[in-house]
């Protein structure tokens, strides 16, 4: 039999109104910033102006660096308009010929569709020496006040009168891709989406933040740019008090949410989301590569990369022993797989790590883990291999179904009842996928796009295109000793009971010994004491309308939590509450950190 999406069913029905927070904020007090550009260009010039006059420099320089995908147009006419005196300069000017960058980059790039090589470039690599050297020396000679803008603008001006940054949230970005954005560049605004994001994910997004954080320590004002018309502007001390703010409290990111071909109907309902999108399949809740952070200063709101805070405080914020493991970067990941209403995942497996450090130079592997918010009766996931198949003949029908557009996955994939509040432990290597009707939290590693689709179950993407195959990948990395006697043994019935008291149970739910996640549970009514250790944690409320998170010293203020809400608590937190926000209530959260990272 041949396993195909299922029909939409009715849904489980929410026990309480949507009350998922689709902006959360941080409020930083006593700061200030400014919105809208004749604000932000009148405090930079007067900023400029002041600074100059301290320098004893005839005219002031100014330099904008500004993240690839920044609206360079918009930025030109608005100091155009604003600044009649001044000579505006665009340092991408320097840009390689896009021949000579395309040559630069073909190895990291690759042939395929979605995935590259990690590049290890440096800014001025993407630059034509001479030009650069060309532009240096005008603006040393300069007699009139200048601004100098574009990704690289500090390579020009290496010392100016005053230097900004203009900074971009990732999805932002995706979004203005989506919308005809080429890369950078680059004549390739027609290409299909998911080229270009392989461009940004292995290329330019590495180098950008590269060189974002390089600057940092030199910038006078921080500037982010998402929305058309409105820049958001705040002083270097500001930024870092912001990131101070964050690094010292639970919080969380902004989540975004996208429609796929197999999308459900959950997330609609229980977030709170746009009716007119058929569906949703993603939910980024918990992935700070990805996600944005939202300062609030008085009635001004900046979004900023929560990226920004994973490179400039991961100490803080990962604790000692993570960033020693893992380096400036956030290891954990939570997000959504919504397919109540909707249809199968793609059959599937993640690279080994040897794998993926020799093919893509990731540092560390995909291993995730499914964890059941909510499912249909009658919901599966299918996780490793039927016991005695046949190895040859599974990869020959695989391969074959690439022309035939059918393969009969229950023949070979082994299949296992999915129930809400189950824990599916998926190490890389193993063979695997949701069943439609499940409502899955994803607590896994945080690489994300290393997925290697065997079996599509016949679909276009939502594009009319057929979605990516990667056959000789997942060939190479199935674990062909993890059939279902395997799976029984290594990865189900991984949870038990680690601590109680009254009102209240912690129980460990995995993960299995190959990955490097621990995940516990704990259900109470009360309130229930925490402590970092020393390492990050990450949380989310898998039962319940709302709880408090509290500092029992009073170190941060009272923070809020809804149902299905992922937060970041940071190592440096400590001991922190978390408790019922009305009496009553029966709740759980799930919490994951880095086995071996506590103190």
């Known amino acids: 039999m041949t396993i195909q999406p299922s029909e939409p069913k009715s849904l489980p029905t929410l026990r309480f109104p949507s009350n998922y927070d689709k902006a959360p904020k941080i409020v930083v007090s006593g700061q200030r910033a400014w919105r809208g550009w004749p604000e932000v260009l009148a ?12 320098q004893r420099a005839e005219v002031p320089l100014i330099v904008l660096d500004c993240y690839p995908g920044t609206d360079l147009g918009e930025l030109h ?9 001044f000579e ?21 790039l690759t042939p395929d569709r979605v995935f590259g090589v990690m590049s290890p470039h440096a800014l001025q690599e993407f630059c034509d020496p001479h030009k ?26 290496p010392a100016p009168t005053l230097l900004a940054l203009a900074d971009l949230a990732r999805w932002e970005i995706q979004l203005r891709l989506r919308g005809g954005l080429g890369n950078w560049h680059v004549s390739n605004a027609s290409e299909d989406i998911l080229r270009k994001y392989k461009r940004g994910f292995f290329v330019e997004w590495r180098v950008a933040d590269r060189h974002k954080l390089a600057l940092s320590p030199r910038m006078d004002y921080y500037m982010e740019t998402n929305t058309a018309g409105q820049p958001v502007l705040t002083t270097r001390q500001t930024y870092e008090t912001s990131l101070n703010t964050a690094a010292a409290r639970p919080f969380r990111v902004v989540p975004f949410f996208d429609p796929g071909v197999w999308g459900g109907q959950w997330l609609r309902d229980v977030c709170d989301l746009e009716r007119s999108v058929p569906n949703f399949a993603w939910g980024f809740d918990g992935v700070p590569e990805e996600n944005s952070l939202l300062f609030e200063y008085g009635d001004v709101v900046l979004e900023m990369p929560a990226q920004n805070l994973v490179l400039e405080r991961p100490r803080e914020l990962l ?28 059959l599937q497996v993640h690279p080994l790590t040897s794998y993926i450090q020799q093919r893509f130079g990731m540092a560390y592997t995909q291993d995730e883990s499914y964890y059941l918010l909510d499912a249909e009766e009658g919901a599966v996931v299918y996780l490793g291999l039927r016991n005695g198949i046949d190895q040859q003949q599974m990869l020959s029908d695989l391969e074959a179904s690439q022309r035939s557009g059918r393969f009969d996955a229950e023949r070979y994939i082994n299949a296992l009842p999915a129930r809400k509040h189950d824990h599916f432990s998926i190490p890389a290597g193993t063979i695997h996928c949701s069943g439609s009707g499940a409502m899955v939290l994803e607590i896994s590693a945080t690489p994300y796009i290393f997925t ?6 016949g679909r276009l993407g939502l594009d009319g295109q057929p979605r990516p195959i990667h056959f000789q990948h997942g060939a190479a990395n199935i674990q062909w000793e993890r059939d279902a006697d395997w799976v029984e043994k290594n990865l189900l019935h991984l949870t038990r009971t680690v601590a109680s008291g009254e009102g209240w149970r912690e129980e460990t739910t995995g993960l299995s010994e190959l990955e490097f996640i621990e995940t516990r549970r704990h259900w109470f009514g009360v309130p229930v004491k925490h402590d970092t250790r020393g390492t990050l944690n990450v949380l989310n409320l898998i039962e319940g309308r709302e709880a408090v998170v509290e500092s029992p010293t009073g170190a941060f203020e009272p923070f809020t939590v809804h149902y299905a809400e ?17 009496a009553g209530q029966q709740l759980a959260t799930i919490k994951a950190y880095v086995r071996g990272s506590q103190r």
């Open 43 to 54: 405090e930079l010039r007067r900023s400029a102006e002041v600074r100059a006059t301290q």
């Open 77 to 85: 006419r608005a100091a155009a308009q604003h600044w009649p005196d």
């Open 88 to 108: 505006l300069v665009n340092v991408e000017d320097a840009a390689l010929p896009e021949a000579d960058l395309s040559a630069l980059l073909e190895r990291f």
């Open 132 to 157: 650069l050297a060309a532009l240096q020396a005008r603006l040393s000679q300069r007699e009139r006040p200048t601004l100098v803008y574009g990704w690289g603008a500090a390579l020009a001006a």
């Open 319 to 346: 604790g000692g022993l993570t960033y020693a493991r893992f380096g400036a970067e956030f290891p954990i990941r939570f997000d959504f797989l919504d397919t109540i209403g909707g249809g199968n995942l793609s």
């Open 452 to 457: 290697f689709k065997l079996w599509d179950w």
């Open 566 to 582: 992922t937060f970041i608590v940071p190592a440096a937190v400590g001991e922190y509450v978390i408790r019922p926000s009305a």
